[in-house]
């Protein structure tokens, strides 16, 4: 689907047709405000492709609005967002992390970009709660703003990838503490 007159387009596996939906919200000569609905019914990865059609593409596109209901049979205690250029793409995405200061991320309490600013890992918080939980993202504060990088020669591809992160099974999480506090103990022996 055209973002707009942007010189962008999305798209997504037709696996996916029913659960995800974008729309565009608002466009000027530099950004594309979009609005995007996810439906996880797994805890599979959603991907949406965003390519470059014109050379004087804008160059951020701005998620104003992320509405993610889970529909799994998991509660999520994190969420991950990850920018992949494809291989043959000219320049890498990125987050603009000063300008998603305000994105709302609640009911997860921590935001952290990867020093590249390719991935945001939602973390803390309440999470989200399984079977028809609502989550949406980015409401009333801000925005997730994305520098989509294009390129004025071959155009720019890359993958928006959202993977949620189930609260671990208590014989799972057993020993992920008893492995971390065997790593303190060795820790607070060499100190």
């Excluded at 565009?24 to 950004?31: A, G, L, W």
Aim: aromatic share 8%; net charge negative.
């Amino acid at each position: 689907m055209p973002l707009g007159r942007s010189g962008w387009t999305a798209s997504w596996s037709s696996e996916n047709d029913a659960t995800l939906s974008l729309s565009v919200d608002f466009e000027d000569r530099s950004h594309v405000f979009i609005e995007k609905l996810a439906i996880f019914n797994d805890l599979k990865p959603k991907e949406i492709l965003f390519t470059q059609t014109r050379p004087d593409a804008v160059g951020m596109i701005v998620i104003n609005d992320e509405i993610v209901i889970n529909q799994s049979s998991s509660a999520w205690s994190g969420f991950s967002m990850e920018l992949k250029a494809l291989p043959a793409s000219p320049k890498t995405p990125t987050f603009d992390v000063q300008r998603s200061a305000a994105f709302d991320i609640k009911p997860f309490s921590l935001a952290s970009y990867s020093q590249t600013g390719q991935t945001l890992d939602l973390l803390g918080g309440s999470g989200v709660a399984n079977q028809g939980a609502l989550w949406m993202a980015g409401l009333p504060t801000g925005s997730l703003w994305i520098n989509a990088a294009p390129a004025s020669g071959a155009p720019q591809s890359f993958k928006l990838v959202e993977t949620p992160s189930p609260i671990p099974e208590p014989a799972t999480a057993l020993p992920l503490v008893i492995g971390s506090a065997m790593w303190l103990v060795r820790r607070s022996r060499r100190a």
